[in-house]
């Protein structure tokens, strides 16, 4: 190749890196994914635990209901939940973040109810996210 299409190559994966298309190239920013998923979790599956049914509406989604279990003796609100679509291999088809409605309460329990656009064969639901309600707060 010539200096030129050198140039040329390279000018356009400068700005393909500086657009953020990484994904171009296979594997890039994966493992950061799959590593910040699984230290969040961890942190998630020390404090919560979740029970869950998904049946399919026969519209094109599926309703996912179930309970959040709070270990903390203090309770959760803005519980967001990390919805992951399974194939029949457990390989991940795609990732849903859905609020809960109703706070955590300490040692307690709270149900969700949400819908995701999709009729899944499996899924996987954890905690993805949440503020910690110290005591004497509303």
């Known amino acids: 190749m010539n200096r030129k299409g050198l ?19 296979p594997g890039v920013g994966v493992e950061t994914a799959r590593a910040q998923d ?8 020390q404090f919560f635990r979740v029970d869950f049914t998904a049946e399919p509406d026969g519209h ?4 996912i209901t ?10 959760a609100d803005q519980v967001r939940l990390r ?5 029949a291999s457990g390989i991940t088809l795609a990732n849903y973040v859905e609020p809960m409605l109703e706070t955590v309460p300490a040692l307690g329990r709270a149900y ?9 064969l499996s899924y996987r639901v954890a905690v ?3 503020n910690t309600v110290e005591e ?3």
């Open 66 to 75: 179930g309970y959040v279990y709070n270990t903390d003796g203090r309770a």
């Open 7 to 25: 140039l040329v190559t390279g000018v356009a994966l400068a700005v393909m890196l500086g657009m953020g298309l990484t994904a171009v190239v």
């Open 38 to 45: 699984q230290a969040q979790g961890t942190l998630a599956n």
């Open 83 to 87: 919805i992951t679509e399974l194939d």
């Open 136 to 138: 004497g707060s509303k």
């Open 128 to 130: 993805d996210s949440w």
């Open 112 to 120: 969700f109810d949400v819908k995701v656009p999709d009729e899944g």
């Open 60 to 63: 094109g989604t599926t309703r």
